[in-house]
Protein backbone atom coordinates (compact mmCIF):
# COMPACT_ATOMS: atom_id res chain seq x y z
CA UNK A 1 0.00 0.00 0.00
CA UNK A 2 1.49 3.40 -1.54
CA UNK A 3 0.87 6.75 1.64
CA UNK A 4 -0.36 9.17 -0.51
CA UNK A 5 0.82 12.66 0.73
CA UNK A 6 -2.10 14.56 2.52
CA UNK A 7 -2.42 17.53 0.30
CA UNK A 8 -2.99 15.34 -2.81
CA UNK A 9 -5.72 13.39 -0.79
CA UNK A 10 -7.91 16.44 -0.31
CA UNK A 11 -7.53 17.63 -4.07
CA UNK A 12 -8.21 13.90 -5.43
CA UNK A 13 -11.21 14.27 -2.93
CA UNK A 14 -12.21 18.14 -3.59
CA UNK A 15 -16.09 18.22 -4.10
CA UNK A 16 -16.86 14.82 -2.74
CA UNK A 17 -16.77 15.79 1.08
CA UNK A 18 -19.50 17.00 3.06
CA UNK A 19 -18.80 20.91 4.08
CA UNK A 20 -22.29 22.13 4.11
CA UNK A 21 -22.84 23.16 8.18
CA UNK A 22 -25.26 21.49 10.27
CA UNK A 23 -28.87 22.67 10.87
CA UNK A 24 -29.47 24.59 13.92
CA UNK A 25 -31.52 21.93 15.63
CA UNK A 26 -29.03 18.84 14.38
CA UNK A 27 -27.73 19.03 18.05
CA UNK A 28 -31.11 18.96 19.69
CA UNK A 29 -32.20 16.13 17.45
CA UNK A 30 -28.66 14.49 18.77
CA UNK A 31 -29.13 14.72 22.01
CA UNK A 32 -32.58 13.72 22.11
CA UNK A 33 -32.23 10.24 20.11
CA UNK A 34 -28.56 9.84 22.45
CA UNK A 35 -31.15 10.10 25.56
CA UNK A 36 -33.96 7.85 24.11
CA UNK A 37 -31.28 5.18 23.61
CA UNK A 38 -29.20 5.95 27.05
CA UNK A 39 -33.09 5.23 29.18
CA UNK A 40 -34.81 2.52 28.40
CA UNK A 41 -38.04 2.38 29.51
CA UNK A 42 -38.27 0.70 33.00
CA UNK A 43 -41.84 -0.46 34.19
CA UNK A 44 -43.21 1.31 37.15
CA UNK A 45 -42.81 -1.51 39.41
CA UNK A 46 -39.14 -2.12 39.05
CA UNK A 47 -38.57 2.08 40.06
CA UNK A 48 -40.86 1.37 43.10
CA UNK A 49 -38.62 -1.40 44.53
CA UNK A 50 -35.44 0.19 43.90
CA UNK A 51 -36.76 3.83 45.24
CA UNK A 52 -37.96 1.58 48.77
CA UNK A 53 -34.73 -0.85 48.52
CA UNK A 54 -31.53 2.28 48.37
CA UNK A 55 -32.45 2.88 52.28
CA UNK A 56 -32.57 -0.49 53.65
CA UNK A 57 -28.83 -1.01 51.16
CA UNK A 58 -27.59 2.01 53.27
CA UNK A 59 -29.49 0.59 56.67
CA UNK A 60 -27.64 -3.06 55.88
CA UNK A 61 -24.32 -1.38 54.86
CA UNK A 62 -24.65 0.86 58.52
CA UNK A 63 -25.43 -1.93 60.31
CA UNK A 64 -22.11 -3.92 58.99
CA UNK A 65 -20.16 -1.24 59.53
CA UNK A 66 -21.05 -1.05 63.24
CA UNK A 67 -20.84 -4.45 64.21
CA UNK A 68 -16.84 -4.19 62.64
CA UNK A 69 -15.97 -1.52 64.34
CA UNK A 70 -17.85 -3.52 67.72
CA UNK A 71 -15.58 -6.10 67.09
CA UNK A 72 -12.63 -4.60 66.37
CA UNK A 73 -12.93 -2.37 69.91
CA UNK A 74 -14.12 -5.15 71.89
CA UNK A 75 -11.09 -7.69 70.42
CA UNK A 76 -8.61 -5.73 71.18
CA UNK A 77 -9.53 -4.54 74.91
CA UNK A 78 -9.60 -8.62 75.59
CA UNK A 79 -6.22 -9.64 73.89
CA UNK A 80 -3.84 -8.10 76.41
CA UNK A 81 -0.77 -10.18 76.96
CA UNK A 82 1.73 -10.09 79.54
CA UNK A 83 4.00 -8.70 77.31
CA UNK A 84 2.02 -5.67 77.25
CA UNK A 85 2.74 -4.59 80.94
CA UNK A 86 6.17 -3.89 81.03
CA UNK A 87 9.48 -4.68 78.73
CA UNK A 88 10.74 -6.63 81.91
CA UNK A 89 7.31 -8.72 81.43
CA UNK A 90 7.81 -9.15 77.71
CA UNK A 91 11.43 -10.99 78.24
CA UNK A 92 9.52 -13.34 80.81
CA UNK A 93 6.71 -13.98 78.70
CA UNK A 94 9.48 -14.41 75.79
CA UNK A 95 11.78 -16.94 78.30
CA UNK A 96 8.84 -19.04 79.57
CA UNK A 97 7.47 -19.55 75.85
CA UNK A 98 10.38 -20.64 74.44
CA UNK A 99 11.39 -22.67 77.19
CA UNK A 100 7.45 -24.32 76.77
CA UNK A 101 8.62 -24.70 72.70
CA UNK A 102 11.51 -26.43 73.34
CA UNK A 103 10.22 -28.69 76.07
CA UNK A 104 7.59 -29.52 74.06
CA UNK A 105 9.71 -30.28 71.02
CA UNK A 106 11.81 -32.40 72.66
CA UNK A 107 8.66 -34.73 73.81
CA UNK A 108 7.47 -34.94 70.58
CA UNK A 109 10.93 -36.29 69.25
CA UNK A 110 11.05 -38.50 72.14
CA UNK A 111 7.81 -39.74 71.81
CA UNK A 112 7.43 -43.37 71.50
CA UNK A 113 4.19 -46.03 71.22
CA UNK A 114 4.92 -47.03 74.83
CA UNK A 115 4.47 -43.09 75.85
CA UNK A 116 2.22 -41.79 73.41
CA UNK A 117 -0.56 -41.65 75.91
CA UNK A 118 1.10 -39.76 78.76
CA UNK A 119 1.82 -37.30 75.92
CA UNK A 120 -1.30 -36.82 74.64
CA UNK A 121 -2.62 -36.33 78.02
CA UNK A 122 0.09 -33.77 78.96
CA UNK A 123 -0.82 -31.86 75.58
CA UNK A 124 -4.55 -32.14 76.81
CA UNK A 125 -3.30 -30.49 80.49
CA UNK A 126 -1.24 -27.87 78.10
CA UNK A 127 -4.58 -26.61 76.16
CA UNK A 128 -5.95 -26.20 79.42
CA UNK A 129 -3.65 -23.98 81.25
CA UNK A 130 -4.08 -22.36 77.72
CA UNK A 131 -7.63 -22.00 77.62
CA UNK A 132 -7.00 -20.37 81.93
CA UNK A 133 -4.08 -18.22 80.20
CA UNK A 134 -6.66 -16.59 77.75
CA UNK A 135 -9.53 -15.46 80.78
CA UNK A 136 -6.35 -14.34 82.58
CA UNK A 137 -5.40 -12.16 79.51
CA UNK A 138 -9.04 -11.11 79.62
CA UNK A 139 -8.46 -10.27 83.36
CA UNK A 140 -5.51 -8.35 82.35
CA UNK A 141 -6.99 -6.20 80.52
CA UNK A 142 -10.26 -5.77 82.73
CA UNK A 143 -8.09 -4.94 85.79
CA UNK A 144 -5.64 -2.32 84.75
CA UNK A 145 -3.04 -4.38 84.89
CA UNK A 146 -3.63 -6.10 88.55
CA UNK A 147 -0.14 -7.57 89.94
CA UNK A 148 -2.20 -10.93 91.24
CA UNK A 149 -3.34 -11.29 87.89
CA UNK A 150 -0.39 -11.21 86.27
CA UNK A 151 1.50 -13.54 88.97
CA UNK A 152 -1.57 -15.24 88.07
CA UNK A 153 -0.45 -15.28 84.20
CA UNK A 154 3.46 -16.03 85.36
CA UNK A 155 2.37 -18.93 87.23
CA UNK A 156 0.32 -20.63 84.70
CA UNK A 157 3.21 -20.64 82.82
CA UNK A 158 5.35 -22.30 85.28
CA UNK A 159 2.90 -24.72 85.80
CA UNK A 160 3.01 -25.53 81.96
CA UNK A 161 6.75 -26.10 82.35
CA UNK A 162 6.14 -28.08 85.39
CA UNK A 163 3.88 -30.55 83.66
CA UNK A 164 6.52 -30.62 80.44
CA UNK A 165 9.19 -31.40 82.76
CA UNK A 166 7.56 -33.94 84.76
CA UNK A 167 6.57 -35.77 81.47
CA UNK A 168 10.23 -35.60 80.35
CA UNK A 169 11.46 -37.22 84.13
CA UNK A 170 9.04 -39.72 83.43
CA UNK A 171 9.96 -40.54 79.52
CA UNK A 172 13.15 -40.52 80.74
CA UNK A 173 12.19 -42.82 83.74
CA UNK A 174 10.49 -45.50 81.24
CA UNK A 175 13.53 -45.51 78.82
CA UNK A 176 15.81 -46.35 82.26
CA UNK A 177 13.24 -49.02 82.78
CA UNK A 178 13.20 -50.49 79.34
CA UNK A 179 17.43 -50.71 79.48
CA UNK A 180 17.24 -52.26 82.59
CA UNK A 181 14.81 -55.31 81.56
CA UNK A 182 17.14 -55.61 78.32
CA UNK A 183 19.92 -56.08 80.02
CA UNK A 184 18.61 -58.17 82.83
CA UNK A 185 17.06 -60.25 80.24
CA UNK A 186 20.28 -60.76 78.60
Known sequence: MKKEPIDQVFKRLEGKLDTAAPSADHKANFLAK??????????????????????????????LLAGVIFTQFNTSSSDKELADVSPEMQETQDFFTKTIERELFDIKEKMTPENQAMVED????????????DKLKIDLSESGEDKRVIYAMI???????????NVVEQMNAITELKQIEKAVTL
Open 34 to 63: LQAQAAPVTPEKETKVIKWMRPLFIAASML
Open 122 to 133: AIVQLEVLEQQY
Open 155 to 165: DNFQNRIDLLQ
